[in-house]
């Protein structure tokens, strides 16, 4: 007699299998996953394989030395991460019947948002101990990208792009404001024409920053170039390339938060200046949020949006104060 194929199911494979190989799938790697989860690389690979027998397909595929999700393992993969992810949700509710706010937090922000986001966070970790919190900071383009992935509980983000797809509320202002070194002409000058600071050579984010994306659509909307001199992945770089006398640069005031506006750097008084941006956060419009997502979304409109105002409430531009 003919015998029929084996059946393949994925209902014999086990949770802490789904687990380790959600890990393994999403660092692309046996090495990384098994310290994420404090197991040894043997164990890792035998859990994955056992996966793959239960589902019958490979998984991965190696390439070289790196290793790829075959068309199945992105299936199980989709599959893992909404069944880990409801688990969480589940055991986040039944705390919160308890009394008991627990579970993950997962926040992505901007770059330039890391000057509050610690804050802000360190406030609310001490407010719900239970909640353990992994903070991610990328640029725009690649906080984009998760968020399309669906990758994180909440984004903070400077100008959400606008789609019926995507919940983004304001929380706090994210003033942005022109800057130089102290010791710049500019400095003491008052209510300097944007055509004026155009002249001066720019220093600028690299293509994917939200600042970037601000500070050119600034200049075209007033059928201006600014005269780039240098491109610098990150704000502190800027920062130290303006106070070495580079040129100057439109950040957010929020860059200024452990020195203060009376450092070496002098807000200049640029007309139309500060310009009146936002902080935003906000989620894929579909998601379920998770208890402790929505007690920190709640913490962040209420109290958290005060902490993250702080620094912006110091003291007046260099600028504009007397003498
Ligand atoms: P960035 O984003 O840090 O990538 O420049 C800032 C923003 O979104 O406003």
Redesign the pocket.
């Known amino acids: 007699m003919e015998r029929a194929p084996a059946l393949h199911s994925l209902r014999a494979a086990s949770l802490r299998q789904l687990q380790v190989f959600e890990a393994v799938a999403r660092h692309l790697s046996f090495r990384k996953a098994a310290e994420e989860l404090f197991l040894s690389q043997p164990s890792v690979s035998i859990q994955v394989k056992k996966l793959s027998q239960a589902v019958g397909q490979p998984l991965f595929e190696q390439l070289g030395k790196r290793i790829y999700l075959t068309a199945a393992g992105e299936c199980v993969y989709a599959g893992a991460r909404e069944a880990l992810e409801s688990l969480a949700r589940v055991e986040m509710k039944v705390a919160d019947l308890k009394g008991l706010k627990q579970g993950q937090l997962r926040l992505a922000v ?4 890391k000057y509050f986001a610690p804050r802000v966070l360190g406030v609310f970790c001490q407010r719900y101990p239970g909640i353990e919190v992994s903070l991610k900071v990328t ?3 690649r ?1 984009l990208e998760r968020l399309h992935a669906n990758v994180d509980d909440l984004y903070v ?3 959400p792009p606008e789609s019926p797809e995507l919940h983004f509320e304001p929380f706090v202002t ?1 003033p942005l404001v022109a800057m130089a070194a102290r010791t710049h002409p500019l400095a003491g000058e008052r209510r300097i024409p944007l055509a004026r600071l155009a002249e001066e050579p720019f220093i600028i ?1 690299e293509p ?5 994306m ?1 500070v050119e659509s600034l200049f075209t909307e007033h059928g201006l170039r600014p005269r780039i001199r240098m491109e610098l992945g990150s ?1 502190e770089a800027i920062k130290h390339a303006i106070a070495g006398g580079l040129g100057v640069a439109v950040l ?1 005031r929020h860059t200024l938060a452990l020195e203060g506006e009376s450092g070496p750097l002098a807000v200049l008084d640029v007309e139309g200046f500060p310009l009146p ?1 936002h ?1 935003y956060v906000g989620y894929p419009s579909g998601k379920e949020l998770s208890v402790v997502a929505r007690t920190f979304l709640d913490y962040l409109q209420d109290e958290g949006r005060l902490i993250a105002e702080l620094p912006v409430l110091g003291p007046e531009p260099a600028a504009r104060l007397p003498g």
């Open positions: 901007v770059t330039t948002a640029n725009r383009e906080l983000i400077g100008r994210n984010r994917g920053s939200g600042t970037r601000a704000n957010s941006w902080w």
